[in-house]
């Protein structure tokens, strides 16, 4: 199988878009994009995010293809529970306990009675 940065260069070189024009579409400097590519960084979901953006793919494509979704199968779980489990295990060892205790206030905020949804809550 070929890695993430492998396909992104595929990607960039039958798209005829070079690192600046990655950068540029990214609203990124070309520096960050460098380094990525030549696998200084790790390639993380926000570089993926941006990435998609700027190739107009489906998020969840450029995010299996860097290994942060599982690959779909039938029967797999929803991709929105897959990027949930991936951005949990992408935070840092000393964040994640914070996202799981604002998850379980929002499982709270759902099993109690209530009229509104959250879109129409009130905004702090």
Not at 64 to 75: H, I, K, N, S, Y
Not at 95 to 107: F, G, I, S
Request: charge should be negative.
């Amino acid at each position: 199988m070929t890695d993430f940065i492998d396909w992104l260069t595929a990607e960039m070189a039958r798209l005829n878009i070079w690192n600046n024009e990655l950068a540029r579409r990214m609203g990124v400097s070309s520096s960050y994009v460098s380094d990525m590519l030549t696998r200084k960084k790790t390639p993380n979901y926000n570089f993926c995010m941006g990435v998609a953006q700027a190739l107009q793919y489906k998020p969840e494509v450029v995010l299996r293809q860097a290994g942060l979704l599982p690959v779909a199968t039938d029967g797999a779980e929803s991709i929105m529970i897959a990027e949930g489990k991936a951005l949990l295990e992408s935070l840092s060892p000393s964040l994640q306990p914070l996202a799981l205790a604002l998850l379980r206030d929002l499982k709270s905020f759902d099993t109690q009675p209530h009229d509104a949804d959250v879109s129409s809550a009130p905004k702090s």
